[in-house]
């Protein structure tokens, strides 16, 4: 079982380039997430899906889009890329959302620099 | 507003103990989670609190007070592979996860 995949695993942009980042998981969990992780930050929530067909903003959405139109897929989109948004972006997901330990799992991480 | 203390970094030595503590002040609480992440990897689960007191799981226990907005990872026995950092995650009303910044643990043999 692979888990949770992401694509590229590395990537260098221009600022202004659009760019999809892609996220596949293979546990037919119904929430994902898409965080960022800057050095000395903890972990930011950027979208979140609690199951296929919803989507909603975590703490830091400016810039950014995603969809979920099934259960597997969870692609993040940048429209426009600023030099801000250089950063390691990790996608992750959990059985489900709501009461009870539902750990998150993480995917192997994007590291995108943008200059 | 949210938020979650941890100290930046910690050192300790091969085969000793160390505790790291966290403090958390988040809009609801629906759990405390540990995870540990290895340099250049992603983070890995390791513990989730919800009811206050000790939870133990092989060298790794992890305290919760519900009434204090405290946690610690008790880590035993270290070993070299422990080396890593250590993240704090807070569990808020709307059962999203609100992380800290990480500890990040130096072994020395």
């Known amino acids: 079982t692979a888990g949770i995949t992401q694509a590229p695993t590395s990537q260098i942009l221009a600022a202004g380039r659009s760019m999809t980042l892609r996220c596949t998981q293979d546990m037919r969990h119904n929430a994902m997430y898409w965080y960022r992780q800057d050095l000395g930050l903890g972990l930011r929530l950027i979208h979140y899906?609690?199951?296929?067909?919803?989507?909603g903003k975590g703490e830091v959405p400016d810039g950014y889009s995603v969809s979920r139109a099934n259960t597997d897929d969870f692609p993040l989109t940048l429209a426009s890329a600023v030099p801000s948004q250089t950063s390691v972006y990790f996608c992750?997901?959990?059985?489900?959302?709501?009461?009870?330990?539902?750990?998150?799992?993480f995917g192997p991480g994007t590291r995108l620099t943008v200059l | 507003g949210q938020n979650i203390d941890q100290p930046t970094e910690m050192t300790a030595t091969e085969g000793a103990i160390v505790q790291i503590n966290c403090t958390y002040q988040?809009?609801?609480?629906?759990?405390l989670f540990w995870y540990q992440q290895h340099a250049g990897e992603a983070p890995t689960f390791l513990s989730y609190n919800v009811l206050d007191g000790l939870e133990e799981k092989g060298r790794f226990s992890s305290f919760l007070s519900r009434s204090k907005g405290y946690s610690y990872l008790l880590l035993k026995e270290l070993q070299m592979k422990d080396s890593a950092s250590y993240l704090c995650a807070s569990m808020d009303s709307n059962y999203q996860l609100i992380w800290g910044a990480g500890t990040k643990l130096i072994i020395k043999p």
């Open positions: 992750a997901s959990s059985q489900t959302i709501g009461q009870g330990a539902h750990e998150q799992f």
């Open positions: 899906s609690n199951t296929a067909g919803t989507t």
């Open positions: 988040t809009s609801g609480f629906n759990g």
